[in-house]
């Protein structure tokens, strides 16, 4: 089956800073991928998505890259804000919205 | 506003008892999906229904679990007996028209189940 893999598990970075979440995945047929925020006790509410046939996607200070040949994909996200802090999780799907998840990032933005 | 609510909150029960945890969306939708997340680990896929069919389901479903859809509205997920480990939060989740566009996967605020 597909494995997604995530990238840092932890990251702590400065109020201000770009903060950078990557993920990997095994199975070529994947051809969608999202990514999701957790804040403390909610459920994940998309951020970002893009699909295979795109290589990059963005939206105001967050952005996603996608390298279908190297079976890749980066969350980025500019100019840091402590609301920013959250569990951020990638995902993939071949078959609409059976989505299997990465293990998550705990993102900490301190000021 | 969420497109979907989730009920109970939070629930506690023995090791054994039978759960029913429920899903409401606010939009008449005809697929609907559970997945959960054991504290600390990622969201996994439990199941996915469509117009009142199992369409797709993960290892974990095993027969202690169940979903259905009794009234047309409604929509719940059933373990017949529960387990230590089935402790987890449990999130149904829905397409819907997010800030970002048609047809994205939509989670409620999720059920925590607590097995003692």
């Known amino acids: 089956g597909e494995n997604v893999e995530q990238h840092p598990s932890t990251l702590s970075v400065q109020e201000g800073d770009s903060a950078v979440i990557k993920c990997t995945y095994s199975?070529?047929?994947?051809?969608?991928f999202p990514w999701y925020k957790q804040e403390l006790g909610k459920g994940p509410q998309l951020i970002i998505d893009?699909?295979?046939?795109?290589g990059e996607k963005k939206d105001q200070r967050i952005a996603v890259t996608l390298n279908k040949t190297a079976k890749h994909f980066s969350l980025h996200i500019t100019e840091t804000q402590p609301e920013d802090s959250a569990v951020y999780f990638c995902?993939?799907?071949?078959?609409?919205?059976?989505?299997?998840f990465g293990k998550g990032t705990s993102l900490l933005v301190t000021p | 506003e969420p497109e979907v609510t989730q009920t109970p909150s939070h629930q506690v029960t023995q090791m054994g008892q039978e759960v029913i945890l429920r899903c409401v969306p606010i939009?008449?939708?005809?697929?609907f999906y559970w997945y959960r997340q054991i504290l600390g680990q990622k969201v996994e896929f439990l199941v996915s229904?469509?117009?009142?069919?199992?369409?797709?389901k993960s290892e974990i479903f095993d027969d202690q679990f169940s979903v259905e859809r009794p009234d047309g509205s409604n929509f719940t997920l059933k373990i017949r007996s529960t387990k230590l480990e089935d402790s987890a939060m449990y999130f149904c989740?829905?397409?819907?028209?997010?800030?970002?566009?048609?047809?994205?996967?939509?989670f409620g605020a999720g059920s925590r189940l607590t097995v003692l």
């Open positions: 939009s008449n939708h005809l697929y």
């Open positions: 995902a993939v799907s071949i078959s609409g919205y059976a989505l299997n």
């Open positions: 893009i699909r295979s046939n795109v």
């Open positions: 199975d070529s047929a994947s051809n969608y």
């Open positions: 229904f469509y117009n009142n069919e199992i369409s797709e």
């Open positions: 989740a829905t397409p819907g028209q997010g800030a970002l566009g048609a047809n994205v996967l939509t």
